[in-house]
């Protein structure tokens, strides 16, 4: 099941994304800006559990989160979505997961993943800017499922019909939070219109 995240801010933010002219700079901000406003939506059912605090005032009975959140952006584009999301949540623990996409095959190949311990207590949130054919999902999604997670959240600014229906058919148990969905995948697996190549945009290495 995916969910498309509409609010203006997004919409103008992720125009200057997609717009050819804009440098560096202003991509990385635009992103980190859309991934702050995305995590609200994100969040917004997490788990509360009931706690009993002392205001300066008085006893209250209030809620806190009941549990941990790990954040995991997928290598190298999901590190720009990182800022947004932790300036919201700044308790939050962060995995990595290095995926990166053959050009020729489109297929993922993994180089790195690191997690913290807590994972399999905890909602954990995969970040990628891109889902493409969804191939980069899946397979970080299988990785952290055999660390024992079981609440997972997809975080992606632009997808693809296509990567939306894979994600969907391998992981059904999986929510996919989206910016914008996108018309197609051309036939060099970028995303029409899409925004070009997102980890290139992000640290200028094009
Ligand atoms: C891009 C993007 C996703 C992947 C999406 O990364 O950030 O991870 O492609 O494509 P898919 O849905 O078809 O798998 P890329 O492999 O270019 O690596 P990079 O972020 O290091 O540039
Ligand atoms: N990865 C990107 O960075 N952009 C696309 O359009 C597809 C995959």
């Known amino acids: 099941m995916y969910k498309l995240i509409e609010h203006p801010l997004i919409t103008h933010k992720l125009t200057q994304m997609r717009n050819v002219e804009t440098g560096t700079k202003d991509f990385r901000q635009n992103l980190d800006e859309v991934a702050g406003l995305m995590a609200y939506e994100i969040t917004r059912d997490l788990p509360l559990k009931p706690v009993h605090i002392t205001t300066p005032v ?104 296509e990567g939306v229906k894979a994600v969907e058919s391998a992981h059904p148990d999986v929510m996919i939070y989206l910016a914008a969905l996108d018309d197609h995948l051309n036939e060099h697996g970028y995303i029409v219109p899409g925004l070009g190549d997102c980890g290139d945009r992000i640290f200028g290495t094009k």
């Open 58 to 161: 008085a006893p209250c009975d209030t809620y806190e989160l009941a549990k941990p959140i790990i954040l995991v952006p997928i290598l190298r584009a999901g590190l720009g979505m990182v800022n947004g999301i932790c300036n919201l949540i700044p308790t939050l623990k962060v995995a990595h997961i290095g995926l990166y996409r053959d050009e020729e095959t489109l297929q993922p190949h993994t180089y790195f993943e690191k997690y913290p311990k807590n994972i399999a207590d905890a909602t954990v949130i995969i970040v990628d800017p891109m889902l493409a054919t969804g191939g980069s999902a899946i397979a970080a999604i299988d990785m952290v499922k055999k660390q024992g997670a079981t609440d997972i959240r997809l975080a992606n600014i632009v997808a693809a019909p």
